[in-house]
């Protein structure tokens, strides 16, 4: 059978289809647009993708992404960051949701994940050891356990509580507030959702 498409553009679609959420019928839309696109469009983006793993890097102490002539996150290390109060989310992109409300002005903590058996992931491959030493080198007063609502969130929430209270450590924790969104009914909440609603109630 012949090829439908060249080569090149067939390889190009392929490559696409391996980004999380893009199907086939997306990948091929994204090449047909990079193949119209003007030679100096594609050449910014391939430069982009080429340099992204010389050029960023992780935070030793937050493990959030940084520049690589950086030596801290500049959240870490700025001086109108409060070090007592960490925030701890899963994923170096779970921060900027919480920096774009401006309220937060403490630092982070990125675990690198979630506790998932089902996905061969444990607390042994999460920055948990690293938190405990932030916690007392920093003097931490304040956690708050900004991991999603998810069963693993939860999962993974319940295991922070847990190991930082089994090591002896008096601090206070706290979870991100969970609600029924604006414009949502009730019949079309999930469970986790409605138990963090109830949880959170407010007296009127």
Same mark, same amino acid.
């Given at each position: 059978?012949?090829?439908?498409?060249?080569?090149?553009?067939?390889?190009?679609?392929?490559?696409?289809?391996?980004?999380?959420? !893009?199907?086939? @019928?997306?990948?091929?839309?994204?090449?047909?647009?990079?193949?119209?696109?003007?030679? @100096?469009?594609?050449?910014?983006?391939?430069?982009?993708?080429?340099? !992204?793993?010389?050029?960023?890097?992780?935070?030793?102490?937050?493990?959030?992404?940084?520049?690589?002539?950086?030596?801290?996150?500049?959240?870490?290390?700025?001086?109108?960051?409060?070090?007592?109060?960490?925030?701890? !989310?899963?994923?170096?992109?779970?921060?900027?949701?919480?920096?774009?409300?401006?309220?937060?002005?403490?630092?982070?903590?990125?675990?690198?994940?979630?506790?998932?058996?089902?996905?061969?992931?444990?607390?042994?491959?999460?920055?948990?050891?690293?938190?405990?030493?932030?916690?007392?080198?920093?003097?931490v007063k304040e956690l708050i356990i900004a991991t999603n609502a998810s069963v693993e969130g939860e999962s993974t929430a319940l295991f922070l509580q847990k190991y930082i209270k089994d090591a002896g450590i008096?601090?206070?924790?706290?979870?991100?507030?969970?609600?029924?969104? !604006?414009?949502?009914?009730?019949?079309?909440?999930?469970?986790?959702?409605?138990?963090?609603?109830?949880?959170?109630?407010?007296?009127?």
């Open positions: 059978m012949s090829r439908l498409l060249p080569t090149a553009l067939e390889k190009l679609i392929d490559e696409l289809g391996r980004l999380p959420g !893009v199907g086939s @019928r997306t990948a091929e839309r994204y090449a047909y647009y990079l193949l119209r696109s003007e030679q @100096r469009i594609n050449d910014s983006m391939a430069s982009a993708i080429s340099e !992204v793993h010389s050029r960023v890097k992780t935070c030793p102490v937050t493990f959030a992404l940084i520049d690589a002539d950086q030596e801290l996150s500049p959240l870490y290390a700025e001086s109108d960051r409060d070090k007592t109060l960490v925030a701890v !989310v899963e994923e170096p992109l779970d921060i900027i949701s919480l920096e774009r409300t401006g309220q937060f002005k403490g630092t982070y903590h990125v675990l690198g994940g979630a506790i998932s058996p089902i996905d061969g992931i444990g607390p042994e491959q999460l920055h948990i050891p690293e938190l405990i030493d932030r916690i007392k080198r920093d003097e008096e601090i206070t924790m706290s979870r991100l507030a969970r609600g029924i969104p !604006v414009g949502v009914d009730l019949e079309y909440a999930d469970q986790i959702t409605l138990s963090h609603a109830l949880e959170g109630r407010r007296t009127l």
